[in-house]
């Protein structure tokens, strides 16, 4: 069992793992008490006056107790975090990393500018973490990139995937929590899939081009070739050409 888990673990493309490991270690490092939620929360005062700029990286890593919630969410970050590196980014870890600096930014910037607006601060203002966002965003990424998926919600109904956001923002409503968490991930995943899929695609203009120091890193990657189809006069642009420099 333990050498599966280890050979599971092990098989995980790089962003993958290194992102799932800092969440579970951050997270069971507040459980036990050895790290404090109070020097990780989001705090704009504090990351704008004091200069506590960790806070904004680590708000990302922390998601809350340890309870069936931290599993559903590390599971939902594993599967689709790992699904996205390894299928449609696949050669592409730059361009993946890009995607969730991005989302990161977005959701930074709709939360601190948010909290300015009269009928949004209460609301915005109580989220001080958003790793359930970041998660959130990738699946909705996911889902948009693979609609015609047929997915199970418990085993009660049948859905394609171009419906999983909503299904489980209809979930979170249902046992009580809060939307607003699942809401801020959808309008950054619907950001991102806009501006780096459908707005290159409409005028051949790449706005979210991965800067070449992040390329530099991930030098290593071996690039994914896809054939063409013969007539290519009503095909889809191939996914890959889309991250083309």
Same mark, same amino acid.
Request: glycine content about 4%; aromatic content about 16%; charged content about 15%.
């Given at each position: 069992?333990?050498?599966?888990v280890?050979?599971?673990?092990?098989?995980?493309?790089?962003?993958?793992r290194?992102?799932?490991?800092?969440?579970?270690?951050?997270?069971?490092?507040?459980?036990?008490?050895?790290?404090?939620?109070?020097?990780?929360?989001?705090?704009?005062?504090?990351?704008?006056?004091?200069?506590?700029?960790? =806070?904004l990286?680590?708000?990302?890593?922390?998601? =809350?107790?340890?309870?069936?919630?931290?599993?559903?969410?590390?599971?939902?970050?594993?599967?689709?975090?790992?699904?996205?590196?390894?299928?449609?980014?696949?050669?592409?870890?730059?361009d993946?990393?890009?995607?969730?600096?991005?989302?990161?930014?977005?959701?930074?910037?709709?939360?601190?500018?948010?909290?300015?607006?009269?009928?949004?601060?209460?609301s915005?203002?109580?989220?001080?973490?958003?790793?359930?966002?970041?998660?959130?965003?990738?699946?909705?990424?996911?889902?948009?990139?693979?609609?015609? /998926? *047929?997915?199970s919600?418990?085993?009660?109904?049948?859905?394609?995937?171009?419906?999983?956001?909503?299904?489980?923002?209809?979930?979170?409503?249902? /046992?009580?929590?809060?939307?607003?968490?699942?809401?801020?991930?959808?309008?950054?995943? *619907?950001?991102?899939?806009?501006?780096?899929?459908?707005?290159?695609?409409?005028?051949?203009?790449?706005?979210?081009?991965?800067?070449?120091?992040?390329?530099?890193?991930?030098?290593?990657?071996?690039?994914? /070739?896809?054939?063409?189809?013969?007539?290519?006069?009503?095909?889809?642009?191939?996914f890959?050409?889309?991250?083309?420099?």
């Amino acid at each position: 069992m333990a050498q599966a888990v280890e050979e599971w673990y092990k098989q995980m493309p790089i962003i993958t793992r290194s992102y799932l490991t800092a969440a579970v270690v951050t997270t069971v490092g507040c459980s036990l008490e050895i790290i404090s939620p109070y020097n990780l929360y989001l705090n704009p005062t504090l990351v704008m006056k004091q200069y506590q700029l960790w =806070r904004l990286v680590t708000n990302f890593l922390y998601f =809350r107790n340890m309870d069936l919630d931290f599993l559903f969410h590390m599971f939902f970050l594993a599967r689709y975090c790992k699904l996205l590196e390894e299928n449609s980014f696949r050669g592409k870890t730059a361009d993946f990393l890009y995607m969730l600096l991005f989302g990161a930014t977005v959701l930074t910037g709709i939360v601190l500018i948010g909290g300015t607006i009269p009928y949004l601060s209460v609301s915005l203002s109580q989220i001080i973490f958003l790793s359930n966002s970041l998660t959130f965003m990738m699946v909705y990424v996911w889902s948009k990139q693979n609609p015609y /998926v *047929h997915m199970s919600f418990l085993g009660l109904f049948t859905f394609t995937a171009a419906y999983l956001p909503w299904v489980l923002l209809g979930f979170s409503v249902l /046992v009580g929590a809060s939307p607003w968490g699942d809401l801020l991930g959808m309008i950054a995943g *619907h950001a991102y899939y806009f501006l780096a899929f459908v707005y290159p695609r409409m005028t051949d203009r790449r706005p979210l081009k991965t800067p070449s120091f992040l390329k530099a890193l991930f030098a290593d990657d071996e690039p994914v /070739v896809i054939a063409r189809p013969e007539d290519v006069r009503f095909a889809p642009a191939p996914f890959d050409e889309i991250h083309q420099d």
